[in-house]
């Protein structure tokens, strides 16, 4: 009875003593919950600001915004065709700048007929370096260019492995995709700085945000393209330009397919997976809210749920299918 009455005692002490530190903890506990759910009403008022408050509140029209004329790099990917088209659709005229200029012809030819803009194409191999950089001086010349768009290139997405790449082909594609866009930007923004407006687009993917097995000029090109339009808004986003930087997950009939590790060449239509020209309606309406964004609602979801992710646990769940395949 003794022992009874002891171990009672006992107990009753250490709870008087150890109270303390359980309130602590309780406190702890009830901050870090409080902190989660702002954070989550946080980003839910952000995709509401960001994806839908846009398309339900008309805004100023583009043209007046930015400028007439809008310069296309990289518009034989199916993202940059669709932007050009969304951008055409509001009566801004387009200057295509490629290297292969029969896949673009069409394009060119079709968004004039349908929208009754003016289409230039420029022909720019840079790989005679400065040299390109004049014809396309000589078609912005006397325009009022209020747009700039780089796209990267989408077969960076073909799974493959760095040492298994030939040489030429990894340096025309980092060529093309940090190079490119960095001299294409390079020779926009001097006019735009002068008016003070204009904006610069770069579409990269969401591989950016994490590393894939298999893609590694993938996740560098486009991890390059995301920083790089950081650092612009930084240095001019006070001078009366817009920087934003797209980073898209999968989208329908492309072989961007940051979020997975198919090996196929093309996605299904679906929920998550838009065709081109739905995911450039819903990205240009972001243009002027956001400079960071998936540009499309279903993406910032799974961006989020990336995000949640540990990368230890995203790197040794990469490793685990490499030996599994």
């Given at each position: 009875?003794?022992?009874?009455?002891?171990?009672?005692?006992?107990?009753?002490?250490?709870?008087?003593?150890?109270?303390?530190?359980?309130?602590?903890?309780?406190?702890?506990?009830?901050?870090?919950?409080?902190?989660?759910?702002?954070?989550?009403?946080?980003?839910?008022?952000?995709?509401?600001?960001?994806?839908?408050?846009?398309?339900?509140?008309?805004?100023?029209?583009?043209?007046?915004?930015?400028?007439?004329?809008?310069?296309?790099?990289?518009?034989?990917?199916?993202?940059?065709?669709?932007?050009?088209?969304?951008?055409?659709?509001?009566?801004?005229?387009?200057?295509?700048?490629?290297?292969?200029?029969?896949?673009?012809?069409?394009?060119?030819?079709?968004l004039s007929q349908s929208y009754g803009v003016e289409t230039v194409v420029v022909l720019a191999d840079f790989l005679l370096d400065q040299a390109a950089s004049k014809p396309i001086k000589e078609a912005m010349r006397g325009k009022d260019i209020g747009f700039l768009v780089n796209c990267v290139d989408e077969s960076l997405a073909s799974p493959q492995s760095l040492i298994e790449m030939p040489e030429q082909g990894m340096l025309d594609l980092v060529n093309r995709n940090v190079a490119v866009a960095t001299l294409m930007t390079r020779l926009v923004l001097p006019g735009m700085v002068e008016r003070s407006r204009g904006a610069v687009v770069n579409i990269s993917s969401g591989a950016?945000?994490?590393?894939?097995?298999?893609?590694?000029?993938?996740?560098?090109?486009?991890?390059?393209?995301?920083?790089?339009?950081?650092?612009?808004?930084?240095?001019?986003?006070?001078?009366?330009?817009?920087?934003?930087?797209?980073?898209?997950?999968?989208?329908?009939?492309?072989?961007?397919?940051?979020?997975?590790?198919?090996?196929?060449?093309?996605?299904?239509?679906?929920?998550f997976s838009p065709k081109p020209e739905v995911y450039a309606h819903h990205a240009i309406s972001t243009l002027g809210v956001s400079n960071r964004t998936t540009g499309y609602w279903p993406h910032t979801l799974q961006y989020g749920l990336m995000r949640c992710i540990p990368e230890w646990m995203w790197v040794l769940r990469s490793r685990v299918f490499i030996s599994s395949s």
């Open positions: 009875m003794a022992a009874v009455d002891s171990f009672s005692l006992l107990y009753r002490e250490i709870s008087r003593s150890c109270s303390f530190y359980f309130e602590t903890l309780a406190l702890i506990g009830a901050l870090y919950t409080a902190s989660k759910v702002v954070i989550l009403l946080r980003d839910c008022c952000t995709l509401v600001r960001v994806h839908f408050l846009p398309r339900m509140i008309p805004s100023k029209k583009l043209r007046q915004r930015y400028g007439d004329w809008a310069v296309i790099y990289g518009a034989t990917e199916p993202v940059a065709k669709a932007y050009a088209e969304e951008l055409a659709r509001h009566g801004i005229s387009i200057i295509f700048v490629t290297q292969d200029h029969t896949s673009v012809r069409d394009t060119a030819a079709s950016c945000c994490r590393p894939l097995p298999g893609r590694v000029t993938l996740t560098a090109s486009t991890g390059y393209l995301d920083h790089f339009s950081r650092a612009l808004h930084l240095e001019y986003g006070g001078k009366g330009i817009f920087i934003q930087s797209l980073i898209p997950f999968q989208i329908a009939s492309s072989r961007q397919q940051p979020s997975s590790s198919s090996s196929s060449s093309s996605s299904s239509e679906g929920w």
